[in-house]
């Protein structure tokens, strides 16, 4: 039994088979530098015969020094009734600079005659020759034997004669493909045992996700002996995504204690998760095991309540041995010990304040009635918190606003916000256009604050969505609005329910500014002589 296992990452070449993600060149080579931080020991690049694209990535990569990884080039075995030194595909390989080169054959009777359309014999030497001539060329060479679990459970001889003959021609890994990802811990358990037993090479698992079983399959392949487990981080990949490396290194290394990647290395998982989301555009699902943002997360009063005399009465591991962290969510279903949890983070003086901590807890249970939710407003939360244990100081009082929206048959809607606010005692009247109503509020707004904050200019809106609450009420349901702010530092999120969804957007709006001029930002307001030393005043 390997006492080590060596990861193989295809975010770049099977990850990119995902519905919904197109990698650039440029995005590849970051994601797989962030990769080689991590920790990896093979990052499959791509398919270098397939497209322009993959071949720029090799001719990149080619000089670029990576301190743990080996950039792996993807292929097939040759054409029936060819060469191997006559392929393109396979000569792409050779040429594209790699020092690692994947391919993958057929194990499957059931495929060699329907999909390829040749004998059992031809599939045979397909796989020799291909594998001897990637070898002859001084390629470390990883066999994926594809369909493998599905082949062996229709005709058990003829698969393991294609690894076998992998094996023959030189192979340096033989990898078990659940390609089509309908096996069962159970099978892939005893048909990897099996293996072991007819082949000498090193074995792979390469599971897919389409029974929710991809990352079990690839730990029963592990215990079963298998010393190399391919995947993609996060789950990416065709139809249901491929085994998710993002929960199997971990499951590997903290629940099976085998040597994986180092602990440094493995406490930048989250980081690098969720850095490889954002690069492929994807949402990260909040409820992703050990990486995702509510991995660690305690809503249940009793839950936090026992949380706070010791974390592993309600968690697994150590967040932080992967990189993410406890959160305590304040909701309905929140106790007291939710609150002190939220109080303590945030330095706030509770311990002689019982009863506005009742309080605090009754009004967000109010507002949660109301259509409130705070799991996913932070900021929100932490301004009602100060608010109610220090009081806060008025940032602006709003007067009045009017929204002025027009469209005429030639010409494209055009929205205009009119705003009165009292900030610092002085009443501010101003107008702004904008991209739509709550664009042209937000711009009409910081116009009015910006002489005396003028650092609210580096805060953006970078995310707003918008939920129905009461969808039998169709267009006249309650919405709550949820808005992502960003100084480029940091980001924040509020929000506001009402029934009407210019309101909603200024509840969360207002939350947005204030949490950024009274909170974490510390954007600190100017005075009269300093505003004209900007040029801020009109005079």
Same mark, same amino acid.
């Given at each position: 039994?390997?006492?080590?296992?060596?990861?193989?990452?295809?975010?770049?070449?099977?990850?990119?088979?995902?519905?919904?993600?197109?990698?650039?060149?440029?995005?590849?080579?970051?994601?797989?530098?962030?990769?080689?931080?991590?920790? *990896?020991?093979?990052?499959?690049?791509?398919?270098?015969?397939?497209?322009?694209?993959?071949?720029?990535?090799?001719?990149?990569?080619?000089?670029?020094?990576?301190?743990?990884?080996?950039?792996?080039?993807?292929?097939?075995?040759?054409?029936?009734?060819?060469?191997?030194?006559?392929?393109?595909?396979?000569?792409?390989? *050779?040429?594209?600079?790699?020092?690692?080169?994947?391919?993958? +054959?057929?194990?499957?009777?059931?495929?060699?005659?329907?999909?390829?359309?040749?004998?059992?014999?031809?599939?045979?030497?397909?796989?020799?020759?291909?594998?001897?001539?990637?070898?002859?060329?001084?390629?470390?060479?990883?066999?994926?034997?594809?369909?493998?679990?599905? +082949?062996?459970?229709?005709?058990?001889?003829?698969?393991?004669?294609?690894?076998?003959?992998?094996?023959?021609?030189?192979?340096?890994?033989?990898?078990?493909?659940?390609?089509?990802?309908?096996? =069962?811990?159970?099978?892939?358990?005893?048909?990897?045992?099996?293996?072991?037993?007819?082949?000498?090479?090193?074995?792979?698992?390469?599971?897919?996700?389409?029974?929710?079983?991809?990352?079990?399959?690839?730990?029963?392949?592990?215990?079963?002996?298998?010393?190399?487990?391919?995947?993609?981080?996060?789950?990416?990949?065709?139809?249901?995504?491929?085994?998710?490396?993002?929960?199997?290194?971990?499951?590997?290394?903290?629940?099976?204690?085998?040597?994986?990647?180092?602990?440094?290395?493995?406490?930048?998982?989250?980081?690098?998760?969720?850095?490889?989301?954002?690069?492929?555009?994807?949402?990260?699902?909040?409820?992703?095991?050990?990486?995702?943002?509510?991995?660690?997360?305690?809503?249940?009063?009793?839950?936090?309540?026992?949380?706070?005399?010791?974390?592993?009465?309600?968690?697994?591991?150590?967040?932080?041995?992967?990189?993410?962290?406890?959160?305590?969510?304040?909701?309905?279903?929140?106790?007291?010990?939710?609150?002190?949890?939220?109080?303590?983070?945030?330095?706030?003086?509770?311990?002689?304040?019982?009863?506005?901590?009742?309080?605090?807890?009754?009004?967000?249970?109010? =507002?949660?009635?109301?259509?409130?939710?705070?799991?996913?407003?932070?900021?929100?939360?932490?301004?009602?918190?100060?608010?109610?244990?220090?009081?806060?100081?008025?940032?602006?009082?709003?007067?009045?606003?009017?929204?002025?929206?027009?469209?005429?048959?030639?010409?494209?809607?055009?929205?205009?916000?009119?705003?009165?606010?009292?900030?610092?005692?002085?009443?501010?009247?101003?107008?702004?256009?904008?991209?739509?109503?709550?664009?042209?509020?937000?711009?009409?707004?910081?116009?009015?604050?910006?002489?005396?904050?003028?650092?609210?200019?580096?805060?953006?809106?970078?995310?707003?969505?918008?939920?129905?609450?009461?969808?039998?009420?169709?267009?006249?349901?309650?919405?709550?609005?949820?808005?992502?702010?960003?100084?480029?530092?940091?980001?924040?999120?509020?929000?506001?329910?009402?029934?009407?969804?210019?309101?909603?957007?200024?509840?969360?709006?207002?939350?947005?500014?204030?949490?950024?001029?009274?909170?974490?930002?510390?954007?600190?307001?100017?005075?009269?002589?300093?505003?004209?030393?900007?040029?801020?005043?009109?005079?």
């Amino acid at each position: 039994m390997p006492t080590s296992v060596k990861i193989f990452d295809t975010t770049l070449r099977d990850g990119t088979q995902g519905e919904g993600i197109s990698l650039s060149v440029e995005d590849k080579i970051k994601i797989a530098l962030k990769l080689d931080e991590l920790g *990896v020991h093979y990052i499959e690049g791509g398919w270098p015969g397939s497209n322009s694209k993959d071949i720029e990535f090799f001719e990149r990569t080619r000089d670029m020094n990576f301190a743990n990884a080996k950039i792996t080039a993807f292929g097939s075995t040759r054409r029936k009734d060819s060469k191997a030194e006559d392929d393109i595909n396979l000569n792409r390989l *050779v040429e594209s600079g790699a020092k690692v080169a994947t391919i993958f +054959g057929k194990s499957w009777d059931f495929h060699v005659r329907t999909a390829i359309q040749t004998s059992l014999e031809e599939n045979l030497a397909m796989i020799f020759d291909s594998v001897q001539f990637l070898k002859s060329k001084g390629l470390e060479v990883i066999y994926d034997a594809e369909h493998f679990f599905d +082949g062996y459970k229709n005709n058990s001889d003829y698969a393991l004669q294609t690894i076998q003959k992998a094996q023959d021609a030189g192979a340096d890994w033989i990898v078990l493909c659940d390609t089509n990802g309908g096996s =069962l811990p159970g099978e892939v358990s005893e048909i990897v045992t099996t293996v072991k037993q007819h082949v000498s090479t090193p074995v792979g698992i390469h599971a897919h996700n389409d029974c929710e079983l991809g990352v079990a399959n690839s730990l029963a392949a592990v215990q079963a002996g298998a010393g190399q487990v391919q995947g993609t981080i996060n789950g990416y990949g065709e139809r249901c995504g491929n085994a998710n490396l993002s929960s199997i290194i971990p499951n590997l290394q903290l629940k099976l204690k085998y040597d994986v990647i180092s602990a440094e290395q493995l406490m930048s998982l989250t980081q690098v998760s969720r850095y490889i989301s954002e690069i492929a555009n994807m949402h990260m699902p909040v409820n992703q095991p050990y990486v995702g943002n509510a991995a660690f997360a305690h809503k249940g009063g009793i839950h936090v309540s026992a949380i706070l005399k010791d974390a592993s009465t309600y968690e697994h591991i150590m967040p932080v041995l992967v990189g993410n962290k406890q959160r305590v969510l304040v909701s309905e279903l929140a106790g007291q010990s939710n609150v002190l949890v939220k109080a303590q983070e945030l330095n706030l003086d509770y311990q002689n304040e019982p009863q506005k901590t009742k309080d605090v807890i009754e009004k967000i249970k109010d =507002l949660e009635h109301q259509g409130y939710q705070f799991e996913g407003a932070d900021a929100s939360l932490e301004l009602l918190l100060r608010e109610a244990f220090e009081g806060l100081e008025e940032i602006f009082t709003l007067e009045s606003f009017k929204m002025l929206v027009e469209k005429s048959a030639k010409h494209p809607v055009v929205s205009e916000a009119i705003i009165k606010v009292k900030v610092h005692g002085e009443t501010i009247y101003t107008a702004a256009e904008g991209n739509g109503p709550v664009n042209a509020l937000d711009n009409a707004l910081r116009k009015a604050l910006i002489q005396y904050y003028p650092d609210i200019q580096h805060i953006h809106l970078s995310d707003y969505k918008v939920r129905v609450l009461d969808e039998k009420d169709a267009t006249a349901g309650k919405v709550r609005v949820l808005m992502e702010s960003t100084d480029f530092n940091t980001s924040w999120n509020t929000l506001g329910v009402s029934s009407n969804i210019i309101e909603a957007s200024w509840y969360a709006l207002v939350d947005s500014l204030r949490y950024a001029l009274l909170g974490r930002t510390r954007i600190e307001p100017t005075n009269k002589d300093q505003q004209e030393r900007l040029g801020l005043v009109n005079h």
